[in-house]
């Protein structure tokens, strides 16, 4: 069973940034694809960005710019580095690692961005 550890959600004001890591327990992390979404309350849950098995990288147009995901394999994480955040990025961050069966998704992290 693996376990994902979230960790650097917060307060930060508009222009800040943050970041997000994403700890999977286990040895299978670099089979999955790992990514994260996010959600406010009374909206569906939105992908934000992915990283592949194979390093590839993807993002929702609203962050393209702004947010940067990375991996680390042999630390078993995934990061989400945002900058310039805006109030309308404020949301539950989760972190999911998917691809393969079965599937998991982390506990989530809040990100509020207000001043």
């Known amino acids: 069973q693996v376990q994902l550890v979230e960790s650097g959600g917060g307060l930060v004001q508009p222009g800040g940034s943050l970041r997000l890591s994403c700890a999977a327990s286990?040895?299978?992390?670099?089979?999955?694809?790992v990514g994260w979404y996010r959600q406010t309350p009374g909206k569906q849950r939105e992908w934000v960005a992915y990283?592949?098995?194979?390093?590839?990288?993807n993002y929702v147009d609203s962050v393209k710019g702004r947010f940067t995901i990375s991996r680390d394999n042999a630390k078993n994480t995934v990061y989400l580095q945002m900058n310039s955040l805006k109030p309308e990025d404020t949301a539950v961050y989760y972190c999911r690692l998917w691809g393969r069966s079965p599937e998991y998704w982390g506990q989530g992290t809040q990100v509020t961005v207000a001043s």
């Open positions: 990283s592949n098995s194979g390093g590839s990288t």
């Open positions: 286990g040895s299978i992390f670099s089979l999955y694809i």
